[in-house]
């Protein structure tokens, strides 16, 4: 039913999205693909002109490792993405971009069990122009 699935991935809690990772190899079609991504938090200008070096650059490298590692073992093939900007619209404007035909996005970050749904989560059911499913 779904040959082409979007796992975004907070990677300050990893543990969320290997979760999400499994729940995507249940569902996926035979053949189907997974795209993990994560979304490196653009600074201001101001801010990024005073960073050492390429400071956005590594960490997006880094971000880079800890996916691979992040989804490591899995049967399925699995694509990686890492793309700056917002998470939520980054995650909404990557899932278009790529046609995938579901999302699956974790509720919030653990520990606030008692959010409904965390900023991000409620921004991509809320804009998402695919099935988005929400892990709880
Ligand atoms: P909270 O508001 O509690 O921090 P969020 O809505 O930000 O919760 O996070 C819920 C989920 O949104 C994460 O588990 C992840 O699936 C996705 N997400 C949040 N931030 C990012 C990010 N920078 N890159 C990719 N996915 C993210």
């Known amino acids: 039913m779904y040959n082409r699935i979007l796992v975004p991935i907070d990677l300050s809690h990893a543990e969320r999205g290997k979760a999400s990772i499994k729940i995507a190899e249940q569902l996926l079609d035979p053949g189907g693909t997974i795209i993990a991504l994560n979304v490196v938090e653009e600074v201001p200008a ?27 073992g899995s049967s399925r093939t699995i694509e990686h993405e890492v793309r700056r900007g917002s998470p939520a619209g980054v995650i909404v404007a990557t899932a278009e971009e790529l046609g995938v035909n579901l999302v699956i996005i974790a509720s919030h970050r653990p520990g606030l069990a008692d959010y409904f749904l965390g900023s991000t989560a409620s921004s991509v059911v ?11």
């Open 46 to 72: 101001y801010v990024a002109a005073e960073l050492p070096g390429d400071m956005l650059g590594e960490l997006q490298k880094n971000a880079e490792i800890a996916l691979q590692e992040a989804t490591a």
């Open 126 to 136: 809320r804009h998402a122009k695919c099935p988005v499913l929400v892990d709880r």
